[in-house]
Each structure stands twice: as structure tokens, then as C-alpha cells.
């Protein structure tokens, strides 16, 4: 369920969305690994579970924090993750 907070900020999405112009793909994350291995994903994970947060697991394997991030989620949603991923929450999609 979409709430809406901002009419005019929908009103012009909505409007976009309609236009007959071609669309463009965009490759989200162009700068970070698109394929990790297994092991890796797991050693990032174990990490994660035994406390380390994202920053310390990156400098320890010479990577972004946020490719960390990415591989945590995917292991979120795949219920591989012990402890909140975000503070407060613990993102499952």
C-alpha cells in the first residue's frame, strides 16, 4: 500500500509514468561486484553474525561497505542473518 505524503511529488511521478517517451535500463551499482562466490558470501555473513559491523568486514577484505551491505541483504532475505541489519530492524523483502 502506497501512503501518500506528497500529492504534487506523486501527481508528477504519475504523470512520467504515462508519457509515451522510451525508457532507459539503468545498471544499478555499476561500480561494485555484480557475482561474489559462496565462501566469500558465507565469511562475509559469519562475520556479520559474530558481531562485526559493515565497515570493519570491508577493510578487512579490501571491500566497499556497501558491497558488504548488498551481500548481507541478499543473505537477509534468505534468513542467513542472526542480528538486525539496520538498527532497529532487521530488513527481510
Do not use: W
Not at 64 to 88: N, T
Amino acid at each position: 500500500m502506497l501512503i501518500i505524503l506528497d500529492r504534487k511529488a506523486v501527481s508528477k511521478v504519475t504523470k512520467r509514468r504515462h508519457q509515451t517517451q522510451k525508457e532507459r535500463v539503468i545498471k544499478l551499482n555499476p561500480d561494485m561486484e555484480e557475482f561474489i562466490s559462496d565462501l566469500f558470501l558465507q565469511d562475509i555473513t559469519d562475520l556479520y553474525n559474530h558481531g562485526y559491523n559493515l565497515q570493519d568486514i570491508g577493510d578487512y577484505f579490501n571491500k566497499d561497505a556497501d558491497e558488504i551491505f548488498i551481500a548481507l541483504l541478499h543473505q537477509s532475505r534468505r534468513d542467513k542473518i542472526e542480528r538486525p541489519l539496520v538498527r532497529g530492524y532487521i530488513v527481510k523483502c
